[in-house]
């Protein structure tokens, strides 16, 4: 049976894409009729899906200018890889025991590619790479509220961000190492609170290299676990 889609989900995910890979760059003006007119739909979807895109953070609607697409916001970037470090380490270990060998060996797979781009470093390539690695372990999980919210984050952070790994290209050797520690423990099965622990340690490694990096003099704002 086909799941048809609703318009105002259409309209969603047609302004995401666009927002994610920076055709609606950050300030862009959503002109509603416009964004309908190009999906042959009515300005009802597409403001529905403007309001579910207001209340992830990726757009702001201002009065009499209308709705734009969310200026990139340094701290609210920090906020959301802290967010994501929780969710997705929870998330990573819930779906543990439901992971297959097949999902290991897919896993490990787009790893191995993430250390093929590392001779030709392309950050964009390695973040793309890097979600569909940790999608791959997160997406099983039971309980799908947690897959959305992480979902969301990962999102919001490509807004926020088209790639951490632009600002500290150094940090991918280490972070495809962690991935290996992360699906040895999965595939020993490991008690999940050392899975969570592994996920949420390697999101926020990234984030503390990103912070030293770029604000060398907020050492004291590093995140300590």
């Known amino acids: 049976m086909t799941v048809t889609q609703s318009k105002s989900q259409r309209a969603y995910d047609w302004i995401k ?15 509603l009729g416009t964004i309908a007119a ?10 529905e899906a403007i309001r579910q895109l207001e209340a992830e953070g990726l757009v702001v609607f201002e009065t ?3 709705a734009r697409v969310a ?3 340094d701290q609210a970037y920090r906020y959301s890889m802290q967010s994501l470090g929780i969710l997705e380490g929870a998330a990573t270990a819930l779906a543990a025991r439901s992971l297959d060998a097949e999902d290991i060996a897919k896993a490990r797979a787009v790893n191995a590619q993430m250390i093929d781009t590392l001779d030709h470093f392309d ?19 039971s309980n799908p509220r947690m897959v959305e919210l992480v979902s ?3 999102g919001r952070l490509g807004h926020l961000r088209e790639s951490t790994f632009i600002f500290v290209p150094g940090r991918a050797q280490e972070s495809v190492r ?28 990234t984030l503390n290299a990103y912070v030293t990096h770029e604000h060398p003099d907020e050492a004291s704002s590093l995140i300590d676990i």
Do not use: K
């Open 123 to 141: 950050p964009r390539t390695f973040t793309q790479l890097n979600r569909e690695f940790h999608t791959t372990l997160f997406e099983r999980c």
């Open 152 to 154: 969301a984050e990962w």
């Open 71 to 73: 200026m990139v916001d």
């Open 64 to 66: 009499n200018v209308g």
């Open 38 to 47: 190009e999906n042959d739909m009515s300005v009802v979807p597409v403001r």
């Open 17 to 31: 894409e666009r927002i994610t890979d920076q055709r609606f760059s950050p300030g862009y003006r959503l002109v």
């Open 178 to 205: 962690e991935h290996e520690v992360i699906l040895t423990l999965i595939e020993s099965g490991a008690p999940l609170s050392a899975i969570e622990d592994a996920a949420r340690r390697h999101r926020v490694a």
